[in-house]
DNA sequence: CTGAAAGCGCTAACAT
DNA sequence: ATGTTAGCGCTTTCAG
């Protein structure tokens, strides 16, 4: 037999007979209804506070059809970029007193759909916030929107209506990527794409040969890897670009898990980085500034775009429409580190990177 | 106006009603009871199945004062590692018909323990998971204990009752460690602590002295760096390590951040690891196979951790007493790869080592 | 502005 | 083995 639970005992009730009002009263200071007279309010108020009496949630949820927790739908494989968006959405949830649980799930499942409005409705969730990649399934989404459920995208592109989606645009800072690299003098510039299929692979895609072409820059077409984000993926596809001949002096891969496989493929292969060729990824994770060279990535505003993404899907549960609808479009950085450098200064540094090295930034 | 929500509209009346028994009688058969007819369990399950009815959980919860809620407790740096945690306590969760909260905190706030009980208490969660090191805390632990919420912590020692804690071994992984690089002939081993104050920092350092001590190695007090579990700390630790003189053949850092510092440190000195010194780390995270040299490392089985405390967890809100109360142990695992190697072996491998290198496994 | 009463959807004594 | 009857703790018509 467990000993009977010790916490919270203290009801609506409880505070409704020692204030010396109804249940109903009580109901409406607790939800700063604004029909109840100042002084009931502090009257009430008094006790609450000396009780430090907390409204039971499920039962509030039950009669109020909410649930005030928030749930978080994602199929990725970047932990840290889960963690950082856990935070963000978090931070918004303290400040609004909702709970966050955390659906991870298999992009490739095609009981995907069935299973997140499964979870959306089992745990009566209020909304949820759904991470890229999972986020550019327009049937999950669908779904969602069918199922009345509010839900915020996080995205690379505007890939639904303004209430639905924060989005980072990857298109323009890939482009600043592009820009970057050919003021450095890089002509010949390789690229590791990420799986086809994926909107933000085809719009970092994109970006790039569109910016490189603005520059007058030969298609690069020929020198495009398709990768699969993950480490090893990219030492595969930097082999293959280091190989050609002539090879390029520069290979921008689409995050920096892949980066860091080219720049291990160029090591394998005896070339130095940044010196023979200059590499650069996307994403600023951990890795960036723990590999050597520290790796010139790009980043996104991550807990930014999760601190929004929340507080405009709040704002929808509470019917705030100005601010649900309110676009939200937020630029990514670029971050240069030791990894790139401009082309023409290959043939002198020989001697220069024997003797020392920047601090990763 | 919000349109009136499309979720779940059948209740458990409609099951009672419709299958000709009372709502007692679902409510049993959703519950597994064993007092329930195989005829009339059959003829409600069919109902229940055609009609896709799933119990509201609030409701129940209300009702059975459970919440079916899981919450996980953590102020961890490394994302990685509460990641494969997250993992493993859901892949269980499910099985079970759980969901889970998550709660991340910081272990530095004096109303840690507060903040706590009073997110356990508002969700109604039914049980929570505490992982290091904020699991090391005892003042958490005991004020979940007097709230009578179950808990179960994740640790590197056995710091709780069997049925509170779920413990790696990391004594004994540290000492097979230290054995190793003996056995490769190294003497002069350098150690990168994390900070002061946490059990599994000392339970690192003395498992590793202690089994150095037994092989008859000097004690290692003066080699002995004290650094916070960054990467940037471990830059410093193994430059103040490396100048020392003689400087160590071997470092050992106790986590994997800090090792990959000591690699870094190393090569901005001009120092080839593995040959002129061998590092290894503890955790064997992401960072270790993308760095070069790859590192040799300690592997904890954290997700299979995560799955048993959740298992014991789950025992224990049933009143499994039995199963709760099991202790549970597991090993962590040397994993070798290519950044320690034979002390022996230094002076011939100059020209080696220019030929290529092995993969990181 | 406030109160009485009726649920929200489920479980849990206590019969039968 | 099954049904009856109360609630769980809150919100919400609907009167006053």
Redesign the interface.
């Known amino acids: 037999m467990?000993?009977?639970?010790?916490?919270?005992a203290t009801t609506i009730s409880d505070i409704a007979r020692l204030s010396g009002v109804s249940k109903r009263t009580v109901s409406r200071v607790l939800n700063h209804s604004p029909k109840v007279g100042g002084e009931t309010r502090d009257k009430v108020q008094k006790v609450i506070d000396e009780l430090r009496f907390?409204p039971?949630?499920?039962?509030r949820?039950?009669a109020a059809?909410r649930?005030y927790?928030l749930g978080m739908i994602y199929d990725n494989p970047d932990?840290?970029y889960?963690?950082?968006v856990?935070?963000g959405v978090?931070s918004v949830c303290r400040e609004f007193g909702y709970?966050?649980?955390?659906h991870?799930c298999d992009r490739a499942s095609d009981t995907l759909t069935a299973e997140a409005i499964?979870?959306?409705?089992?745990?009566?969730l209020d909304g949820v916030i759904v991470l890229p990649p999972v986020s550019e399934d327009n049937d999950l989404a669908g779904a969602l929107g069918?199922?009345?459920?509010p839900y915020v995208r996080l995205a690379a592109i505007a890939l639904d209506t303004a209430d639905h989606v924060v989005v980072s645009n990857e298109r323009s800072a890939v482009a600043a990527m592009a820009e970057y690299l050919v003021e450095l003098g890089h002509r010949r510039i390789g690229y590791v794409a990420g799986p086809e299929g994926r909107k933000s692979t085809r719009e970092r895609l994109e970006g790039f040969c569109e910016a490189l072409a603005k520059h007058g820059c030969s298609p690069c077409e020929e020198m495009i890897q398709r990768g699969a984000y993950s480490?090893e993926s990219g030492r595969v596809c930097g082999k293959a670009l280091l190989e050609m001949t002539p090879p390029p002096t520069a290979i921008f891969a689409s995050n920096d898990?892949m980066a860091?496989g080219v720049i291990?493929a160029a090591?394998?292969m005896g070339l130095r980085v940044p010196e023979d060729v200059s590499v650069a990824g996307f994403d600023d994770s951990?890795?960036a500034?723990?590999?050597?060279p520290s790796l010139t990535t790009i980043r996104r505003p991550v807990r930014e775009m999760a601190r929004l993404a929340t507080a405009k899907l709040i704002a929808a549960i509470d019917?705030r429409e100005a601010e649900a609808r309110m676009g939200i479009f937020l630029d990514p950085e670029l971050v240069v580190r030791d990894s790139t450098r401009p082309l023409r200064a290959a043939a002198e540094s020989r001697k220069a990177s024997a003797q020392?090295?920047r601090k990763g930034s």
Not at 2 to 8: E, F, L, Q, V
Not at 56 to 59: E, R, S
Not at 146 to 149: E, F, G, I, T
């Open positions: 467990k000993a009977p639970n010790k916490r919270s907390k039971n949630l499920q039962a949820g039950l059809r649930s927790f932990a840290l889960i963690d950082e856990q935070r978090l709970e966050l649980v955390v991870p499964a979870f959306v409705d089992r745990s009566k069918k199922d009345d459920v480490f898990e860091a291990v090591q394998d951990a890795l500034t723990r590999i050597r019917g020392g090295r």
